[in-house]
């Protein structure tokens, strides 16, 4: 909870509702001192954070500029307009819809745009680096439709294109996804574009974790060799929580019906304006700079783990991803991760592809440079970094908690020169 010194940095959410308040504040401070290297998560900028809590909030406007089911429209269509037209420019395509809820309901649309219920829908196992809605069982997408699924080769951790070619050749799936959530190699959409067009898929770039290392040129385009981008806004591209469709105009009607009425009601139009703030932020050469500095400290970060013994999926990262397996290290993901989050370090325990132990209890933790790049950190601090870490597992292994808690000490102590955007100093 908070300390007698901190400082309400909401002054009429700490008047209405103290406790609630206390638990932001909280969470502040824990975003400030520890060192968060989810791959998924990130620090928007404070004027995304302002635009995200504005009164657009109040405002319904089911439809699409110019074709609303509410009146008052004068602004909004404007926000949504300076969205889809940002989003068009910063990843070069023909159409943007920028209203899907969050990343899944977005990739749902897909599915409403270009199948029907029962029909042969591919994409990555889960297991494997895949992402749920890519047709996985427990998933609504693997439970109404008929999801085959491919993987990395288990000797090199990389996609066998020859395997994914013959797999869409059988089956004829209506859509295959590429792209996934523990991916720490490039995506190769060429391949996955002729694979496509050879099964008369249309092919569906899920992009929610490099859309911001596409925007600023550190990760090669989907376009133009998909039918369809999918992005959430929250990951590398440092906006708010939130998703797009991208598309070349052929398919802007079907995913538009598909998103509004097909799946969605009213569009979150406070969201809406901060995708379209963050858009902005991404089309600055700032950005690239950036999106570039994510990658190299990525880069820096792996060959620091190599040189401590890690056993690395893939044996590296091309992105802002790294899957670490920690079967030689004899200490299971899950109890890695926790110990890492008593020192300061939070991470995600992680299946690893080929995995013997039990999702809920996996051999792997993924971890990932977009956070502390946007602090400010560089290649230089990335073999500290990789000594944390390695320190921590050790701990875990051994539970010494007194190590672990130097670890804390050691992470908020750097971390004070390394200011995070949108929290309060
Ligand atoms: C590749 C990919 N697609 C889709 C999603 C789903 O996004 P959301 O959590 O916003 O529903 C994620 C989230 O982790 C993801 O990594």
Redesign the pocket.
Known sequence: MTTPQHQYTHPALAAADPELAALVGAEERLQAETLRLIP?ENYVSAAVLEASGTVLQNKYSEGYPGRRYYEGQQNIDQVETLAVERAKAVFGVDHANVQPY????A?LAVYLAFAEPGDTVMGMALPMGG?L?HGWGVSATGKWFRGVQYGVRQDTGLIDFDEVRELALKERPKVIFC???ALPRTIDFAAFGEIAREAGAVLVA?V??IAGLIAGGAHPSPVPHVDVI?T?T??TLRGP?G?MLMSREEHAKALDKAVFPGLQGGPHNQTTAAIAVALREASLPSFRDYAHAVVANAKALAEALLARGFDLVSGGTDNHLILMDLTPKQVPGKIAAKALDRAGIVVNYNTVPYDPRKPFDPSGVRIGTPSLTSRGLTTEHMDQVAEWIDRGVAAAGAGDEQALAAVRAEVADLLTAFPAPGLPV
């Open positions: 998924s969050s990343g899944s309901p990739n992402h809605t792209g996934g959530t899920d929610a974790h999918s959430t929250h990951k929580r998703a």
